[in-house]
């Protein structure tokens, strides 16, 4: 009877180690498949994240759609203006009409006078220049493109001077705008004006009227797109003084319309509206 017993209890046993090793393995399974679900998961978000980073960099790398092309600063100017888009030459630049800070001229390097000036000039100012020499002339280019930066640092200078011969910082200031522009007013920053001068006499005063290579330049450079910017008695529209020196690119048609009816780049422009 004992023996049966333990017979019974062995087999009892048996079966519940027999049990115990099956669901031990089942849930041997159970916990693998959870550790692979697990690790799986955290690789996937590792890599999603290391990823992430360089993407948003090679978002940011993209041109944002609202950044302004090379093109983007003129046609912004040119419309705050009233100037139709394709008619930069015509930008006006004044004590009212300050350039917008974000032009960028398209500079180009003439080696004989080794002056930059808009590419949208070059060749019109090389073939003015070269006719008049055709005519035994000889000029100098003064003055091209110039910075914001160049111009400051010409009016501190001109200022400077006054103040050393007595005036009031406020009457040199008063004094020197009248022949030279503040800073962000000059059409030099744009690229398309030069000051020229009779290479004999590089004087930027009222002589330099008188020479015969500024006489020509006055009767002929609208034949090249130039005009005569600040003539003489139109001092209470353009804000400046004459300069006899100081020719600006606005285009064949326009030097020509504007030179022959004896007004300014203002009265022009206000004549289109």
């Known amino acids: ?48 994240k290391s990823l992430s980073p360089a993407k948003e960099q090679k978002e940011d790398l993209q041109e944002p759609e609202d950044v302004f092309s090379e093109e983007e600063p003129i046609r912004k100017i040119s419309e705050a203006e009233g100037v139709p888009y394709g008619a930069e030459n015509l930008l006006l630049v004044n004590k009212d009409h300050p350039l917008d800070e974000s032009y960028q001229p398209n500079l180009k390097r003439n080696r004989d006078y080794g002056v930059d000036v808009d590419a949208s000039i070059f060749d019109a100012l ?44 406020s009457e040199a200031y008063e004094e020197v705008v009248r022949e030279t522009m503040p800073v962000g007013c000059s059409e030099h920053a744009t690229g398309l004006c030069v000051d020229i001068v009779a290479k004999n006499y590089q004087f930027l005063d009222e002589k330099q009227g008188s020479t015969k290579e500024i006489r020509w330049l006055q009767e002929n450079c609208s034949q090249y797109g130039f005009i005569l910017r600040y003539p003489e008695g139109k001092e209470d529209i353009t804000k400046i003084s004459y300069e006899s020196w100081h020719f600006r690119y606005v285009g064949v048609d326009a030097a020509k319309q504007i030179t022959e009816q004896g007004i300014t780049l203002e009265e022009y422009l206000e004549s289109l509206e």
Not at 5 to 15: D, G, I, M, Q
Not at 139 to 164: C, H, K, M, N, T
């Open 1 to 48: 009877m004992n023996c049966i017993r333990r017979k019974r209890h062995r087999t009892k046993k048996k079966a519940l180690k027999k049990f115990f090793r099956k669901m031990l393995k089942r849930y041997a399974v159970c916990l693998a498949v959870v550790l692979i679900l697990v690790t799986g998961w955290k690789l996937t978000s590792f890599a999603v």
């Open 126 to 169: 090389k073939d003015m220049l070269a006719e008049g020499e055709k005519q035994g002339l000889s000029f100098w280019i003064a003055s091209g493109y110039r910075s914001p930066q160049r111009q400051r640092e010409l009016l501190d200078e001109d200022i400077a001077d006054l103040v050393r011969q007595g005036y009031t910082y």
